[in-house]
Structure formats: C-alpha cells, structure tokens
C-alpha cells in the first residue's frame, strides 16, 4: 500500500492533489490543520494537510494509464507549438466534491497500536513455544516476513469479537497485497484501512423533503423506545422536521406512558395502534407531520406470528402511501451473544433494505459484533447508542474510531 502525504491551502486543494497524483481510486485516511511554526508563522497562512492512501496495485494501473503513445506524445508536441499560451486559470469547477471524513491524524490513531503490538512482538519472542497464540495452521504463511506482524493483527480482532472467518478474510486480502517485507506501520494502516472500507458508510436520517415513517424493530430490551426519543429530538431541533409518534408497543407494560412522556417533552403527538390494519389511519390523521416515528412492540425471533404481524404492518404503508419513505432500523444490543443475534437478524430477513442499529455500546469492551453482522447481513450500518441521556447518547456510527478500537486502540 501506498501512504502519502499532501498539503494545500485548503482541503479540496489537498485532495486534488492527491487525486491527481494517486488517481480517483485513492482513500483519504484523515485531515487536520496544520499551523505555521517560528518566524514562518509571520509570513505564511496555515494550510491542510491529508493522508492518502492507495493499493500498490491501483497505482501501477493509474502511471501506466497516463503514458502517451508515441502517436500522441507527437500530436501534444505539435499542439503546443501551434497554440498560444493561456494565462488563465485552471477551470476547477468540474472537479467534483471529495466526501472526507474529518478526523484525528492517522498517525495520532495508530501509533499507539504500533507500540502496543511492537510490545507483543517482543513478549511473543520471549514466551515460551507452546504458550504461543498462532493464526490458524494451513495458512501457507509462516514463513513469511510479514507473518509476526499480520499474526498479531489477527489474534487482536479475534480477541476483540470479530469472527474468524472475517478476520481470516481481512488478513488474506491485506497479505496478497503486500510487499514481501513490509514494515508494521505499513500493516498496519493497510488493515485499518480495509476494516474501515468493510464497515462502510453508515446511513442516518436526512431530510430530503419527502414525508418519512421511521420503523424500529427487534427483540425486547434492547433499547428502542429511548433511541426513538433520542433520534427525535435530534430531528426535530437540528434539521427542524416536524415530527410525530405512533406506537404499536401495547404488550410491555408501561411503554406507552414511556412514549408520551418523551413525546410531552419534545411537544410531539403520539397515536396508538392495537393491529397492523390501524397503521393507514394513523398515518392519515398525522399527514401534516414530515417524521414519524414507529416504536413497534419487541418481537421474539422466533415468534413467527409476531414478525408477520410487523411484517404487514410495514406492508401497509408501503402500499398506501406511495409517496413516502419507509425507513426500517433493526436496532440490536451489541451485547447480545454473537450466536443469538446471528438468528435475529436471520429471523427479519424478509425485511429487505432495513439499517443496522447498535445499543449499549457503553456496557461492552468488545465491538466485533458491529463488523460481524454488518459483513453477515450487508446492510448499512447507522447510529450507536452509549447510554440512557436523551437526547445526548446517541450518535452515528464512526467506523474510524470502530476500525480503531477493533485493532485493541483505546
């Protein structure tokens, strides 16, 4: 892989510049503000600076793309003789706009996991042969000089959750593209990288101006009503929505009165419906509101009755009302055992296109799970939950600081 740094007077600036040496296949890792230090500070403005990054591969691709045959080597040569020159400047406009996720610098990221797994390596040397941690045998790998390092890699997302198969995946698709002696640090931001391209972009709520019900499903206890509440207010206030509540969670006691609180607060109405066929209504009697949200009553897994009940209810709105969108979030406690959400998530297979939601993130120290099922299923990842403050502990899913914390970052 291929790790450069560029600077700019601006972040676009910086990014072209990359683009244009690494070509539109490099990966912006980070960006951060960089100021002037001693007498240059006088003199010269701040500026940016960028990692980027590229597969070795990609880029052989990308210089052998821009060499000119000879035929058109001859036909610039003429052109540039013929032509007068232009002091304009370069048109830029149709340069378009680069998503970069503003974070702290890789370096700040990742040094400190090299010195932690610098550390391994020494106590790994040192330890006695059979108290070893290995890969799995049959790799075909021992005996290559980037095997300590990638080993190490492994045993830490196999120690922090993520299956075995996906962390074999990972570390074979980082191994074929890797020089023959690599260094650590080149490992290693290679493997966040790919951690970070597994995860990718999460998908929240955005107002768009078309009408939205909001549908969140999954089992009991994990933490749907509060999400609710915390995803409204944040609605509600940041992108100025009007927003209203239905409920269909008439089985837990006091789940309504735990709604109309929130509601009271927010000063948002809320409806109850006791059967999928009252969805229409509802929805008719709120048809001024631009947001509603649907908090449905948690459903067993393996109540096959219960899912087709919500099943029908989504049903119903998505064939009554064709000019809104249905969202669907499964919302899953990340402390849920890996099996179980496994035949969650197997069980609401019939609800297609639907986000992933994680809560309690604050009552584990493992977060495998999180790239776990975003592999299993392939839906997109959204927000994380860490706490019961609503509407504060809430966020959307930051896959720099998830791939970070899945190779043993603090």
Aim: glycine content about 4%; charged content about 30%; hydrophobic content about 35%.
């Amino acid at each position: 892989m291929i790790v450069k740094k560029y600077t700019g007077s601006s972040e676009t600036e910086a990014v072209m510049k990359a683009k244009e040496d690494l070509g539109s296949n490099a990966v912006v890792l980070n960006v951060r503000s960089m100021k002037q230090r001693g007498f240059a500070k006088l003199f010269k403005k701040d500026f940016i600076e960028i990692t980027a990054a590229l597969e070795e591969r990609d880029f052989e691709q990308n210089v052998n793309s821009k060499k000119p045959t000879f035929s058109q080597a001859r036909d610039e040569a003429v052109q540039k003789q013929n032509s007068k020159i232009d002091l304009r400047a370069d048109d830029t406009s149709a340069v378009p706009p680069v998503s970069v996720h503003k974070a702290e610098t890789i370096e700040h990221k990742l040094d400190s996991l090299h010195d932690m797994l610098r550390n391994q390596m020494v106590k790994e040397e040192e330890a006695p042969r059979d108290t070893r941690e290995t890969v799995p045998e049959n790799t075909g790998r021992e005996n290559t000089a980037n095997f300590k390092s990638l080993k190490l890699i492994y045993n830490k997302l196999i120690e922090n959750e993520v299956d075995e198969k996906y962390a074999n995946a990972i570390i074979n698709d980082i191994e074929s593209s890797l020089k023959k002696e690599s260094n650590l640090d080149s490992i290693l931001a290679s493997v966040y990288q790919k951690i970070i391209l597994k995860l990718g972009e999460p998908e929240g709520i955005e107002n768009n101006g078309r009408r939205k019900v909001v549908f969140f499903v999954g089992p009991t206890g994990v933490g749907k009503t509060t999400t609710i509440a915390k995803l409204a207010s944040d609605v509600k206030i940041r992108q100025n929505c009007k927003v209203a509540m239905i409920t269909a969670d008439t089985y837990r006691i006091a789940a309504v009165e735990q709604l109309n609180t929130y509601a009271n607060i927010l000063d948002v109405p809320v409806s109850v419906i006791y059967s999928p066929s009252e969805i229409t209504e509802a929805l008719e009697d709120l048809s001024d509101y631009e947001m509603i949200f649907i908090d449905t009553a948690g459903r067993s897994h393996k109540n096959e009755e219960q899912r087709r009940e919500l099943m029908e209810m989504i049903d119903n709105v998505r064939n009554s009302f064709e000019d809104t969108e249905v969202l669907v979030f499964l919302v899953l406690s990340v402390t849920t055992k890996y099996r179980d959400i496994i035949s969650i998530c197997d069980a609401y297979k019939g609800l297609s296109g639907y986000r992933l939601l994680f809560t309690k993130i604050d009552e584990t120290n493992s977060l495998g799970n999180i790239l776990n099922i975003k592999l299993y299923t392939q839906e997109p990842l959204s927000y994380m939950t860490y706490g019961q403050n609503v509407p504060d502990d809430i966020e959307r899913a930051d896959v720099q600081k998830l791939a970070k914390s899945l190779l043993g970052g603090e």
